[in-house]
């Protein structure tokens, strides 16, 4: 049997007390307290976090410290129900109340940072009968007030799939009408809209990551007959689509517009995928252990948001029921763990 | 032993399931407020901490009778509103 020191060339250290600066790997025991100690790499979790005031299917923007939800479907006991402008901004901790946003809808999807942040299309409309339409409206958050920005040249909804700032987006597919027909145009953001290169299929749900120049997008579905989920996953320069690892398992519906092109995480998908959570690294897709705990139907695309891989957050959901709970995520870090406790 | 313990316990936010509970016990919530953890010593603190055990069959029956009123709600729905995009039937779900 191998030893530590042949292994590693050194033989652990016996100290009193814990290093204070310990490289990554490096392992020692701890004679005051006893146990055999190591600074290594821990594992990614979901935690809890603060619920929101408002019950609604809200979309999301921000980062775990600095949230802001806004928009979304009503769900009973909060009232009135159907389509919302109602906007909650998040601290870390706990969800506040913010100005209303100006047309009230649902299906919305928003990106940014709770004092710059924009939301984009949806159904719009008031009441639980409605009636509801596909919307074009684009409006601008400060940190205070929502302001209406021109609309995108395309009405769409199904948390239209979008990532990037509120100064420089892009969006593709996406639904395009009351019956759910999907869309494969895309169109992008910088000040002004412009048309940008067809998206490679007509899908809906689809989930992206990244900026304006450099996104990814994952899965999604079509409305073919029969299994109409996608498997596909495509990288965008701002110019061109270009196909990157596939899933493993076609899938749809999985919140994103967490981290780079290089580094995101994508969590919470249509079921069987409801409680799993991705890596990309820039080439391929794997499951990271980190399991969000909460049986939401779907995370979808504008219910998620983060400014990097390693943190995120997730609030409401799509379908029903809708929830109001958070759940955060932290990726994995260097900790010191005890290994055996004498 | 069995694999889970079953509870119902309130979700309160900020601090409800740490980082230490998820690294120590699985957790999935449902809804009713119920909650399906990994059956070890520290998942039964966790659980007797936050809310009360529920037998699986107790649990499940909560679980099933929260999802039967959302449907019951959708079920008198208006087909104008049954046919709302996004707007689905709440469908059945089973504990582990």
């Given at each position: 049997m191998s030893t530590y020191e042949n292994l590693h060339g050194r033989r652990v250290n016996v100290v009193s007390s814990n290093p204070s600066n310990p490289e990554a790997g490096e392992v020692w025991y701890n004679s005051t307290l006893g146990?055999?100690?190591?600074?290594?790499?821990?594992?990614?979790?979901?935690?809890?976090?603060?619920?929101?005031?408002?019950?609604?299917?809200?979309?999301?923007a921000g980062t775990v410290s600095a949230g802001l939800a806004s928009f979304g479907y009503i769900y009973p006991p909060s009232s009135p129900e159907g389509g919302s402008y109602v906007t909650e901004e998040y601290n870390g901790t706990a969800w506040t109340s913010a100005n209303n946003g100006n047309t009230q809808r649902y299906q919305v999807n928003s990106t940014g940072t709770q004092t710059a942040a924009v939301a984009f299309g949806g159904y719009a409309g008031t009441g639980d009968a409605g009636p509801y339409s596909v919307t074009t409206a684009f409006e601008n958050y400060n940190g205070t007030t929502w302001t209406n920005l021109t609309?995108?040249?395309?009405?769409?909804?199904?948390?239209?799939?979008?990532?990037?700032?509120?100064?420089?987006?892009?969006q593709v597919a996406g639904i395009v009408d009351t019956s759910?027909?999907?869309?494969?145009?895309?169109q992008e953001y910088n000040g002004s809209w412009s048309a940008g290169e067809n998206y490679p299929a007509s899908a809906q749900a689809v989930s992206a990551a990244g900026t304006l120049t450099a996104a990814i997008f994952m899965g999604g579905a079509t409305n073919a007959p029969g299994s109409s989920r996608l498997d596909t996953a495509f990288e965008y320069d701002g110019t061109d689509?270009?196909?990157?690892?596939?899933?493993?398992?076609?899938?749809?519906?999985?919140?994103?517009?967490?981290?780079?092109?290089?580094?995101s995480i994508f969590a919470g998908g249509a079921s069987?995928?409801?409680?799993?959570t991705l890596d990309y690294n820039g080439s391929v897709f794997a499951v990271n252990p980190a399991t969000p705990v909460s049986g939401r139907p779907q995370i979808g695309q504008g219910k998620m948001s983060g400014t990097a891989a390693t943190a995120a957050l997730v609030c409401g959901a799509g379908g029903t029921p809708t929830l109001t709970t958070t759940e955060e995520f932290a990726g994995a870090e260097l900790a010191i763990k005890t290994f055996i406790d004498n | 032993?069995?694999?889970?313990?079953y509870g119902v316990a309130e979700n309160t936010g900020k601090g409800f399931f740490t980082a230490e509970d998820r690294r120590n016990f699985f957790l999935r919530g449902y809804p009713a407020d119920v909650w399906v953890v990994g059956n070890n010593p520290k998942?039964?603190?966790?659980?007797?901490?936050?809310?009360?055990?529920?037998?699986?069959?107790?649990?499940?029956?909560?679980?099933?009778?929260?999802?039967?009123a959302a449907q019951t709600a959708w079920d008198a729905q208006s087909d104008e509103e049954?046919?709302?995009?996004?707007?689905?039937?709440?469908?059945?779900?089973?504990?582990p």
């Open positions: 146990q055999l100690k190591g600074y290594v790499l821990g594992s990614a979790v979901w935690t809890s976090g603060g619920t929101l005031n408002t019950k609604r299917s809200a979309t999301i609309g995108a040249p395309t009405a769409k909804a199904g948390d239209a799939p979008l990532t990037g700032t509120s100064t420089a987006l892009v759910g027909t999907p869309s494969n145009q895309v689509f270009t196909a990157t690892g596939s899933l493993t398992t076609a899938s749809t519906g999985f919140g994103g517009r967490t981290g780079t092109q290089t580094a069987p995928f409801n409680n799993t | 032993m069995e694999n889970f313990l998942g039964a603190l966790w659980v007797a901490d936050k809310g009360v055990f529920k037998t699986k069959s107790e649990a499940q029956a909560l679980v099933d009778a929260e999802v039967q049954k046919a709302r995009p996004g707007n689905n039937r709440p469908t059945d779900i089973t504990l």
